[in-house]
């Protein structure tokens, strides 16, 4: 069985405003010192964007 990941609203919504595009096509949101910069979107923003979208259906 998959672990799943499970976001409240809120938590879905800090994703998308965190984890934005830079001009350059990385991450903002995972960037972190000493690190390897992490292509946009990111896996944080691939789960929170169809949660988001899903619960706008049901509403």
């Known amino acids: 069985m998959d672990d799943a990941v499970v976001l409240s609203v809120e938590q879905a919504e800090a994703v998308m405003r965190l984890h934005t595009e830079s001009p350059g096509g990385w991450c903002l949101g995972c960037r972190t010192p000493g ?3 992490v292509r946009w ?3 944080s923003r691939r789960i929170a964007y169809p949660m988001l ?3 706008a259906l049901l509403a």
């Open 53 to 55: 979208v899903a619960r």
């Open 41 to 43: 979107p990111c896996e």
């Open 35 to 37: 690190t390897a910069d």
